[in-house]
């Protein structure tokens, strides 16, 4: 099993990561090998087998519906990036890659 | 002896009855921070006013008759991947450099109620990913022992700073076998306890159903110690046990005859290191002389370990680790035209992918995630978003998922008829730096016999059995089924009453 370039760029995007070429280019030998490594989990049969995707399993967790103590403004905007002392700030969400 | 080679059960008696003040003992470790970690590269931040305070408020506290809390005096270095108020949280990333967390994570509120002093936190592989500790952004840690080799990882700080005498016991994380390899390869002893007996409230999540939080200590007595404090239900963690949380100082002592011990024929088959294969076998006898049984089980598919490991975390972490998106905290890449002059060359920035990003914002994030992650993290997210994508769900995670459950049966049916299951932790000693880097899946292989206890969801605890005739530490691992933390507790600390391993320590340079 073999990964093209052309994967490997999608996935970048989907991954929300601006690869190089160069990045790209290495990334599809590291992945291909892998993936084939990964791929001998076919080899056994696992027809009749429950997916376990949680060492607890089934089991919810409730508490009441009651207000809790949470983070102020001021300490959930103490590691932002950019703010406006109310809000994060970022760049158009909207429009043409390149305008900001 | 000198205050830094005493036990943290010593440690904690002497301060208690005065014998030693909190301040004198806080100091001796700080000072040996500052004498050997240039060798070792063991500590990301120290908090040495701060642990200073607290071990002064802590003699005034015990000079007026007050109460002290059951770890009080006693240093504790933390991994970076635990929010902390005081010090940054950086898991070792350049994502997160200078994050300052809001809240302490859960355990680590829970030492500072205890009155232990956070002396530090300790470097590791890159968001907890990678057996090394060469993928920290901020130079790897350096095995005490052999200053040109890995510590293992990814908690390599946490368990080179207890061989080094720099804590007397550091909290690390296991997601594939994060606390074991490293405790193995550094001589000393580390614990995975069940998942969810200590929450994981405010650790930086890697891969949600695989992590779990534990102590590294110079001995089980240790480690047990510091459990006591750790663990228990945590209503800010919904994964966390209710189970009532035993006395584990006060079950040590209980003795071993009878006890079944599983030895798994596989473990010694073709990578294993001669020297290492000699030291478990060694332990073994000596279980045996202490009155343990020994018996052939068989888990089938552990050789099926490390591919489903290497399906199920990446998938985890991608998905966890989308929330570094520039937005809210951690890195943001400068926009777009500064970023590209200050590049010198446009091209090397643009995106692969055709057609170019979809607006500014998928362009600050995909720019952002690209600056602020390394290569093994960089890898890992790309491997869980095409494991995970259209096409491939079904091929790969659903078919890991289920491989998860036969791996999960047979340890369950194996402790039918065993009590514990012994063998190594790692395939070999300590490696060289830069001797695995080059080959990302070598690099995976080093986990081959920790992965199954973190996705059985059990316990599982390393220390050392043995020496290579280099002098490098060979580690022993136990695994036992969940919430058997007494009995491998128990064990390891019968074995370090019969044997000395876990008291040799390294020659640094002064």
Redesign the interface.
């Known amino acids: 099993m073999s990964l093209s370039l052309q994967d490997v760029s999608k996935v970048g995007l989907l991954a929300r990561l601006a690869l190089t070429e160069a990045e790209v280019e290495r990334m599809t030998g590291e992945l291909s090998k892998i993936v084939e490594f990964v791929s001998q989990l076919s080899a056994l049969d696992t027809a009749t087998v429950e997916p376990l995707a949680h060492p607890l399993e089934t089991r919810n967790v409730f508490r009441e519906d009651e207000p809790q103590p949470s983070l102020t403004p001021e300490q959930a905007l103490s590691n932002s990036p950019n703010h406006d002392g109310a809000c994060f700030l970022v760049p158009a969400v909207l429009g043409e890659s390149g305008a900001a | 002896m000198t205050i830094v080679a005493r036990s943290a059960v010593e440690l904690v008696a002497a301060v208690r009855t005065g014998e030693l003040s909190a301040t004198a003992c806080v100091e001796a470790f700080l000072g040996r921070i500052a004498a050997v970690d240039g060798h070792v590269n063991a500590f990301l931040a120290v908090s040495r006013e701060r642990a200073l305070e607290q071990a002064a408020a802590i003699d005034g506290r015990r000079a007026a008759g007050r109460p002290l809390g059951s770890l009080a005096g006693l240093p504790v270095a933390v991994k970076d991947a635990l929010c902390t108020t005081d010090m940054p949280t950086t898991c070792a990333s350049k994502m997160l450099a200078g994050?300052?967390p809001?809240?302490d994570a859960e355990v680590v509120g829970r030492l500072r109620r205890a009155d232990a002093v956070i002396v530090g936190k300790t470097n590791m592989d890159e968001f907890a990913m990678g057996g090394s500790n060469e993928n920290s952004a901020f130079g790897p840690v350096r095995n005490p022992w052999d200053l040109s080799r890995t510590p293992g990882g990814s908690s390599g700080g946490s368990a080179a700073c207890v061989a080094a005498d720099m804590a007397p016991v550091a909290i690390g994380s296991d997601t594939g076998g994060s606390i074991r390899q490293p405790a193995g390869l550094c001589g000393i002893t580390g614990l995975k306890p069940t998942?969810?007996r200590i929450s994981r409230r405010g650790l930086v999540a890697f891969a949600s159903?695989l992590d779990q939080i534990g102590p590294m200590a110079r001995s089980a007595a240790d480690c047990a110690l510091v459990l006591e404090t750790i663990a228990g239900h945590d209503?800010g963690d919904?994964?966390s046990?209710g189970d009532a949380v035993p006395g584990y100082t006060t079950l040590l002592d209980e003795p071993l005859a009878g006890l079944r011990i599983g030895r798994v024929k596989t473990h010694f088959g073709p990578g294993l290191d001669p020297a290492v294969a000699e030291g478990v076998e060694q332990a073994f006898a000596t279980f045996e002389a202490a009155g343990a049984t020994i018996h052939e089980v068989e888990l089938p598919?552990a050789d099926?370990g490390i591919?489903?490991y290497?399906?199920i975390a990446p998938c985890e972490a991608?998905s966890n680790l989308?929330r570094y998106?520039?937005?809210?905290?951690?890195?943001?890449a400068k926009?777009?035209?500064g970023h590209r002059a200050a590049a010198g060359n446009g091209r090397?920035?643009?995106?692969?992918?055709?057609g170019?990003?979809?607006?500014?914002?998928?362009?600050?994030?995909?720019?952002s995630?690209?600056e602020g992650?390394g290569p093994e993290v960089?890898?890992r997210?790309?491997?869980g978003?095409?494991?995970l994508?259209a096409g491939y769900y079904d091929?790969?995670y659903?078919?890991?998922?289920?491989?998860?459950?036969?791996i999960?049966q047979d340890y369950l049916t194996a402790f039918q008829s065993v009590d514990l299951i012994a063998g190594p932790v790692s395939p070999t000693p300590a490696f060289k730096l830069g001797e695995k880097t080059g080959d990302?899946?070598a690099m995976?292989l080093v986990d081959m016999y920790t992965v199954g206890t973190n996705l059985?969801?059990i316990g599982g605890i390393s220390f050392p059995c043995g020496f290579t005739p280099t002098g490098l530490p060979i580690g022993l691992q136990l695994q036992g089924p969940?919430l058997s933390e007494p009995l491998l507790l128990r064990a390891a600390h019968r074995y370090q009453q019969l044997t000395e391993w876990h008291i040799r320590r390294p020659a640094l340079p002064a």
């Open positions: 994050y300052r809001p809240y998942y969810g159903s209503p919904a994964t046990l598919h099926y591919p489903t290497y399906l991608s989308a998106d520039g937005a809210h905290y951690g890195h943001r926009p777009d035209g090397q920035h643009e995106p692969a992918a055709a170019g990003f979809d607006s500014p914002l998928v362009e600050m994030y995909c720019r995630r690209a992650f960089k890898r997210i790309m491997l978003t095409y494991a994508s091929a790969f659903a078919k890991a998922l289920r491989v998860r459950r036969l999960q990302p899946l995976y059985a969801g969940a």
